[in-house]
């Protein structure tokens, strides 16, 4: 019977090719005591989750700070994107879609995205994304439900998206779901945008696009929703690039920003501890390629700019039961990543078609991928003037240090990138200079001890941005940013009773960042640490089954900032919230 059951599933997933559907079953070429860190969980049935008691919460939440929404605001209108759309048997078939209509004509200042969900019963975790007009406005995974299915809900500010919220535009969400006798969970999705004021000056020159929306939006996806979305594929049988030529691009843009979304499934999902492919092919695994991916940007042929992403836990990776109801850091809504290509404006502003390529490097199956280019236009100029000063984006090669015999290896490897740019933009208000860098730092130590009996990687990604705005006498701007990305996770598998084995890992990861600003009219700084650890064992049958589970989480979220403070602290015991807090009062420094 169970043997059915994985073939039927193991046909789903070769008829979907490759599929998305952001968590998956994946037919894993080891026996069970072979199991490696990152890989294979997929084809596990977390059977012991059945056993829910009524102390389980099924309300899934991503721990973050609500939307920064002031005490006199006013709620002006709410417009209805998707009203309770079913996701069945969806696949990779054509996404769900409806029509926009403003709901206002007076001003707003203030949009949040709504989203409502539930599950009906068991299913994995899928990725979704919902665009407007091909332009990407939120990427999730929904949570992985066990039998009694539940609900996650997901607010997120889309106030960046303003200048697409005038006029009637198509809206299309796209969930990959897979139905089976086991996995029958379908989905009752809505969304809803809520229209605010909340009395908040515009700051056009602030680098916090929720202040400062663009004017224009251009999509870089596909023209039309193809295999279920208006995102590129990348990787695996996919090539890793892709270019997409971008036609009525404004002559008169003063500031550009790039905006990349991205999410990594099937033999990436947990691409940051992949080993390298030599291992891959001495141990029969079809994942390789080693654990470094960068995504990165041109425009006409010239690199502009680059992205090192965040280490994304998916709901369903490692161990499902450390992430209930607690949702993995960044997986409600993943994060997308801010490209500043103002020193590039000379390459777009002569009302040629240009071409924007995006390219995952390293990249297996698969990678969904697209971006949205952000334009800020003086509209008292029929077009800017702008030259390049500087370039400056040197080559680079991470620094490998491997060596292995059979299934065990050390895996050292780091890599740091540094770029710099310049541009003029001359506008109505005068000729200014923009400078961009970026600094990007990336460290892994993966270990394989005791034939897969002891398993750790250790992983920390960074980056320090800065973006500074002058002319010939001052300063007139500044906006630095710096992100850690910490990834450590460490397993002990050993043989248990009829064949199976006790699979123990403790995972630590988290993302900090910083934010500092000083512009024309005002100036904010931010700073986050939001830490996730988890411990957990699963029992993996001899059928890839588990029969036993469990898992902890704690979670510290601290964010300090001038717009206000936010901490919450929780942990869960095998899907139960057994503390929770949470203060709006600002938090003393630590040592
Ligand atoms: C979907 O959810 C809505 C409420 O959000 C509910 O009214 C409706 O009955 C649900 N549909 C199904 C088929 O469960
Ligand atoms: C890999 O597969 C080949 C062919 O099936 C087999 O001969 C070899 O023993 C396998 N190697 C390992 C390490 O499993
Ligand atoms: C704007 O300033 C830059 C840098 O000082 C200079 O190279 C450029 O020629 C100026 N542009 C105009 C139109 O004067
Ligand atoms: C530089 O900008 C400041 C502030 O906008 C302005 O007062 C000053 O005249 C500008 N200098 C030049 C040379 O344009
Ligand atoms: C792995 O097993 C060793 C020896 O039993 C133990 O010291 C260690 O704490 C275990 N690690 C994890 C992550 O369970
Ligand atoms: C091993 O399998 C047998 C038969 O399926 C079952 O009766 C027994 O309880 C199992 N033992 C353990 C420790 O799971
Ligand atoms: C973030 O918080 C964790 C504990 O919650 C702490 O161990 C870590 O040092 C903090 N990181 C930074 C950069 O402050």
Redesign the pocket.
């Known amino acids: 019977m169970m043997q059915n059951i994985i073939i039927t599933l193991m046909v789903c997933m070769a008829t979907l090719s490759a599929a998305v559907v952001g968590a998956d079953f994946i037919p894993y070429p080891m026996k069970a005591r072979h199991w490696m860190i990152g890989k294979g969980r997929r084809g596990a049935r977390p059977k012991a989750l059945d056993d829910a008691s009524s102390t389980v919460s099924t309300g899934f939440f991503e721990v973050a700070r609500p939307v920064d929404m002031p005490s006199e605001s006013k709620l002006i209108c709410t417009a209805p994107l998707i009203r309770s759309f079913l996701f069945k048997d969806t696949g990779e078939s054509d996404p769900s879609t409806s029509q926009f209509a403003p709901c206002t004509t007076e001003p707003f200042d203030r949009v949040v995205l709504r989203w409502r969900g539930t599950c009906s019963s068991r299913q994995f975790a899928r990725i979704s994304t919902l665009w407007m007009s091909g332009i990407e406005l939120l990427r999730t995974s929904t949570p992985e439900f066990a039998n009694e299915g539940g609900s996650w809900s997901v607010d997120k500010d889309v106030t960046r998206f303003t200048c697409l919220f005038k006029t009637v535009r198509k809206v299309a969400l796209q969930l990959n779901n897979v139905l089976d006798v086991d996995y029958s969970g379908f989905f009752n999705i809505s969304v809803y945008l809520d229209f605010y004021q909340t009395g908040t000056k515009r700051k056009y020159a602030s680098p916090d696009l929720s202040v400062a929306p663009s004017h224009r939006i251009k999509a870089i996806s596909l023209p039309n929703p193809k295999d279920g979305g208006y995102w590129f594929h990348l990787g695996g049988d996919n090539p890793q690039t892709i270019s997409k030529e971008v036609v009525g691009i404004p002559r008169n843009p003063y500031r550009a920003t790039i905006e990349i979304c991205l999410s990594a499934h099937n033999d990436e999902e947990s691409w940051y501890t992949n080993p390298p492919t030599d291992y891959a092919n001495a141990n029969n695994l079809t994942f390789g390629n080693g654990p470094f991916r960068e995504v990165t940007v041109s425009i006409d042929g010239t690199f502009v700019g680059s992205v090192w992403p965040f280490p994304l836990v998916l709901p369903g990776s490692f161990d499902p039961m450390a992430w209930r109801p607690v949702l993995p850091i960044g997986t409600a809504t993943l994060p997308s990543y801010d490209l500043d290509i103002t020193p590039f404006v000379s390459l777009i502003n002569d009302g040629n078609p240009h071409t924007i390529t995006l390219t995952v490097v390293n990249s297996l199956s698969e990678w969904l991928v697209d971006a949205n280019l952000h334009l800020w236009v003086d509209s008292k100029v029929g077009a800017t003037r702008a030259g390049l000063i500087s370039y400056n984006a040197p080559d680079f090669t991470p620094l490998d240090n491997s060596k292995f015999s059979g299934p065990n290896g050390d895996f050292y490897l780091s890599a740091s990138r540094k770029y710099s740019f310049a541009g003029w933009v001359e506008d109505s208000k005068?000729?200014y200079t923009v400078c961009v860098s970026s600094l990007l730092t990336y460290s892994n130590a993966l270990i394989m001890q005791g034939d897969y009996g002891y398993q750790s990687s250790d992983l920390t990604i960074a980056a320090q941005n800065q973006v500074l705005r002058y002319?010939?006498?001052?300063l007139?701007a500044t906006y630095k940013t710096s992100s850690s990305f910490p990834f450590q996770i460490k397993c002990n598998q050993s043989d248990a009773a009829n064949d199976s084995v006790n699979l123990n890992c403790a995972i630590a990861h988290g993302m900090t960042s910083d934010e500092f600003a000083i512009f024309e009219k005002g100036s904010f700084a931010t700073s986050l640490n939001n830490t996730q650890l988890t411990s957990g064992q699963l029992t993996i049958n001899s059928d890839n089954t588990v029969s036993g589970a469990t898992g902890s989480l704690h979670q510290d979220y601290v964010y300090t900032g001038t717009s206000g403070c936010y901490q919450r602290a929780v942990s869960t015991s095998n899907s139960a919230i057994v503390q929770d807090s949470f203060s709006t009062v600002c938090k003393p420094c630590r040592d």
């Open positions: 005068g000729n002319n010939d006498t001052l007139i």
